[in-house]
């Protein structure tokens, strides 16, 4: 290998550090504000009726409300009175996971709030609230799971709609069965201006206990007599919360079979840029949604017009996939399984569930995401911001009145509960439709998600092993930084030793550098025979962080993403929570003037991490290097200030169960460091006294240096 082959691909890696460094500086949270003020979409209210008993709570002074679109008289959409209906229970001591309240008002889900976890307030924790309403100044909101806009055939020609989710639905009482299952029924009528009904939708809601499941059903009536086309719109869930502090981790993700059996995943993420292109359907391009969505029109057309237009618009797609070198074959088309909203911790998944028995459904025409800004700030970052989708379902023809035919039920099943890998892989259902795909980890340019996923849960795996005999994640991550330096100790020896000898071949190597200045061939050659003959490789100086980089990134994202780490103490009074800054003292929020760093407490982990990497610095084997090379003395003083300060500041605000896997494999490293420099100077020791090291072949004895033949020495 080349000498000045070895140059670039340090600079390569010293740029792709600089890229990750600058990325956790941003991903800090030092810039934005404060984290109490970055969480109001988590709104923690008073309900109006009591968390156990599921009971139903009327509003008074409401009015039954009728609907009518904006163009036509001709049809009315007919509910109830408000009300609100509660499923599940907050009580932790409950067989319930969670808590729903449900709103008449297009029967949907006005806020879930989970019982066994909380919202890691510090002074008074909460319940958590993970589904809540978003809300625009108009007066405006938006509910999970609301019905949409409701067409049939009159109406789709029309182009019109009714908005199912601006009336309140009729409500009935919650039924409550043997196996504590707790079910509720919403009821709203279709009709014709003169009071005629038309159609019938029955939506019910079942919560079962244990489980992290809720199931949803809409089943669609014809009360006609003649024969009904109809399609409807719902609602996803919406209103989930951020729950990382430094960034928002929030993302819609969607989940589709592929050939081999397999489930695969596509994702949308919440960022400025992204904004305005968020109307992109989940998974699959435009040409390709135009393909099927001609496929399906033709299957359905009743009439051989209707079905010669929708061949045009196959033909159509057929050529602009073409001109993208792209042609799918319907079979080939990747079946949609789920969709689901996720923050860091929790996933909203909403599982369409097929009739026929098949794992997929085929009765989801599109999946559009959406993102809502309420306050219209310019940057999309105050707070506020939510993220949803919505299903549209595809046309159905209903047979008349008391025909067979002439209802639809589509049933959907909706998990609201953590991103668990071993929750997921113990429960068949969760397992076979790869619920798993919502968890992912920090992205990284220089390993790819094939490496970096595998390892960190194994990583997360083996710390469950661990918690199950030693009880405190702190001490896991402690235990786990050790035996990671343990099992790399020997690449890490070999690396220090081969540096040691760079350093101490610096002098001769600047001495080449200006004998052979104007023939490069020639001084890579003197060079590399310079190396050879001392035993030192410049390549495995870098060995170690090669190595250790796909690990140090897994061991992060674990650690980072572990749900487990969400409210875990290390210590009783100091760091109470591994998902949250350490906190050793709080105060008021301060602001950096100039820089508007926002500071809400003394965070000691960081100052720690910052003297260890002080203390790494300084025994770096590099002090023969600098010595012989000023411009190498300029960076080693560089580095030994910006090191211990660059850390503790980009992940000052960072977990502390992040913070401290760093900070003690930090401080492993210097231990080890300390170990292989005594080793280095007892080699070097015995070397100048003649003996060679001991080795396995020497039978653990020093020997003296056996006397090279004579004709060598010719």
């Avoid at 008289?73 to 599940?88: I, Q, S």
């Avoid at 909460?126 to 909101?141: A, H, I, K, T």
């Avoid at 008391?402 to 039920?409: D, H, N, Q």
């Avoid at 003197?526 to 870098?542: D, F, N, V």
Wanted: charged share 25%.
């Amino acid at each position: 290998m080349r000498y000045p082959h070895m140059k670039a691909i340090s600079t390569l890696i010293v740029f792709c550090f600089v890229v990750l460094c600058g990325w956790l500086v941003i991903e800090s949270g030092l810039f934005e504000g404060s984290s109490r003020a970055a969480k109001p979409c988590i709104l923690l209210q008073k309900t109006t009726v009591t968390a156990e008993t599921g009971g139903v709570a009327e509003t008074p002074a409401a009015e039954q409300e009728r609907l009518e679109p904006a163009s036509s008289n001709r049809f009315d959409a007919v509910g109830g009175f408000e009300k609100r209906v509660t499923l599940g229970s907050v009580d932790p001591e409950s067989d319930f996971k969670f808590q729903v309240e449900l709103d008449s008002k297009g029967a949907a889900i006005r806020r879930a709030t989970f019982s066994e976890f909380d919202d890691r307030d510090p002074d008074n924790p909460q319940p958590l609230v993970f589904l809540s309403p978003v809300r625009f100044n108009d007066g405006r909101e938006i509910l999970s799971m609301a019905n949409g806009g409701l067409q049939t055939d009159e109406l789709v020609d029309r182009r019109e709609a009714l908005p199912l989710d601006k009336i309140h639905w009729k409500s009935f009482d919650v039924e409550t069965e043997s196996d504590g299952t707790e079910i509720v029924r919403f009821e709203a009528l279709v009709v014709h201006a003169a009071d005629e009904p038309l159609l019938k939708l029955t939506k019910t809601y079942r919560v079962l206990p244990d489980s992290y499941l809720l199931d949803c059903s809409v089943t669609v009536e014809n009360l006609s007599e003649t024969e009904q086309g109809v399609r409807f719109r719902l609602a996803g869930p919406i209103g989930l919360g951020r729950e990382a502090l430094r960034t928002d981790a929030r993302k819609i993700v969607g989940g589709f079979m592929a050939s081999d059996g397999k489930v695969i995943s596509t994702r949308k993420v919440v960022a400025t840029s992204f904004f305005g292109k968020f109307k992109n359907r989940l998974g699959l391009k435009d040409a390709e949604l135009e393909y099927l969505r001609a496929l399906q029109e033709i299957k359905e057309a009743r009439t051989e017009e209707d079905k010669e237009e929708a061949r045009q618009r196959k033909e159509m797609a057929e050529n602009n996939l073409r001109i993208g070198a792209y042609l799918p074959d319907e079979e080939k088309i990747a079946p949609f399984l789920w969709a689901a909203v996720t923050n860091k911790y929790f996933a909203a998944i909403l599982v369409p569930i097929d009739d026929e028995g098949k794992d997929y459904c085929d009765w989801v025409k599109d999946k559009r995401g959406s993102f809502h800004n309420p306050d219209q700030d310019s940057k999309g970052q105050s707070g506020d911001e939510a993220i949803g989708f919505d299903l549209g379902i595809a046309p159905v023809l209903l047979r008349p009145a008391s025909e067979s035919g002439s209802s639809r039920t589509y049933d959907f099943r909706l998990y609201l509960g953590p991103k668990d890998k071993s929750l997921f892989d113990k429960n068949q259902y969760y397992r076979e439709r790869g619920f798993v795909e919502t968890i992912d980890f920090m992205p990284c340019l220089c390993c790819p998600t094939c490496i970096i996923h595998p390892l960190a849960f194994g990583i997360l795996a083996l710390m469950k092993w661990m918690y199950a005999f030693i009880p405190n994640y702190g001490v896991v991550i402690i235990i786990l930084v050790f035996l990671m330096r343990l099992v790399m100790h020997p690449v890490t020896k070999k690396s220090q030793v081969s540096m040691s000898k760079m350093t101490k071949l610096a002098p001769k190597a600047e001495a080449l550098k200006k004998k052979y200045a104007n023939n490069k061939a020639e001084l890579n050659k003197q060079l590399m025979q310079l190396y050879r003959e001392q035993g030192a490789s410049p390549i495995m100086g870098m060995l170690p962080m090669m190595v250790q980089m796909p690990i140090w990134i897994a061991l992060w994202s674990a650690v980072y993403a572990s749900i487990d780490l969400r409210g875990a103490a290390f210590l009783p009074v100091w760091i109470t929570d591994l998902s949250m800054p350490d906190a050793l003292v709080r105060f008021a929020t301060v602001t950096v003037p100039l820089l508007g760093w926002k500071i809400e407490s003394l965070n000691l982990l960081p100052l720690m991490m910052g003297l260890a990497f002080y203390l790494q610095q300084k025994l770096m084997p590099t002090q023969a290097a600098a010595s012989a090379n000023p411009q190498a003395a300029q960076q080693q003083k560089m580095m030994m200030v910006m090191m211990p300060l660059l850390f503790p500041l980009m992940l000052y605000k960072a977990p502390s169960g992040v913070n401290l896997y760093i900070m003690a494999s930090t401080f492993a490293g210097v231990v080890e460091q300390h170990v292989i420099r005594k080793h280095i100077r007892e080699k070097e020791e015995a070397e100048s006294k003649g003996l060679v090291a001991v080795t396995s072949k020497t039978g653990g004895k020093v020997k003296k240096k056996k006397p090279k033949p004579f004709f060598k020495n010719m």
